[in-house]
């Protein structure tokens, strides 16, 4: 069983700081890794990929990727009201164009 | 505009009935999937189509139905089958380059069924 693993939140950080998301993945064969953005009551938005060990960066976000130790993590810096949201990580377990698997998300409350 | 979109927004059905969730995509995507999520859980993964005429049962596929008769379709039918079809509904599709397979969601439909 491919899981993927979150903590659910809240994730309470106040305006202008960092925000630190973390994800885990049981697959270690696992090929790409992606995060998304889900505001209540709405679909998920794609925020970032990322598939080569490292750091990422766009914008406030940043991907982190350690396929040894199988984790992938998002940071927002200098945190907003408006990126209040749950942030659904989600892993490609294969090489090829296959479902993603998804963690349950992360709900994020940024505090004005 | 290129996207995905599904319709209606919203759904009520009665019980025992059969109904049909439309998603449409304009992107020239190979695959597209469609998702379940209730209140404060995950997406959960009902069927998914590779290429046209060809699709995959997910994790929860018994209730439901597809089709792929055209690439920019992959209408999902509700049965009256399914035990506890309310829930708000994801379509997704993603492009077969570069090896990243990113998926990209339609806007949802969210189905009551008393």
Redesign the interface.
């Known amino acids: 069983q491919k899981e993927v693993e979150q903590n659910s939140g809240p994730l309470s950080v106040p305006e202008g700081a960092i925000a630190s998301l973390n994800c885990t993945y049981s697959d270690r064969g696992s090929q790409s890794f992606f995060w998304y953005r889900q505001y209540s009551g709405k679909s998920p938005e794609l925020i970032m990929f990322i598939y080569s060990n490292g750091d990422k960066e766009d914008g406030r976000f940043t991907a982190q990727l350690n396929k040894a130790s199988q984790y992938v993590s998002l940071l927002i810096r200098d945190s907003q009201p408006s990126d209040s949201a749950t942030y659904l990580c989600a892993v490609n377990p294969n090489s090829g164009n296959t479902p993603l698997v998804f963690g349950k998300g992360t709900r994020l409350s940024v505090i004005a | 505009d290129g996207g995905i979109t599904q319709s209606p927004k919203y759904l009520f059905r009665k019980e025992g009935q059969n109904v049909t969730l439309s998603c449409e995509q304009n992107l020239n995507h ?2 597209m ?1 469609w998702y379940r999520q209730d209140p404060g ?3 959960r ?1 009902i069927y ?1 189509s ?1 290429i046209v005429n060809d699709f995959q049962k ?1 994790d929860i596929a018994e209730g439901y139905s597809v089709s792929r008769e055209k690439k920019e379709s992959f209408p999902l039918t509700v049965t009256s089958a399914q035990k506890n079809p309310t829930a708000f509904y ?1 379509c997704a599709s ?1 492009p ?1 380059r570069d ?10 439909t969210r189905l009551t069924v008393t």
């Open positions: 190979d695959a999937y859980q995950g997406l993964l998914y590779q997910g994801l993603s077969d090896s990243i397979y990113e998926q990209y969601f339609g806007p949802g």
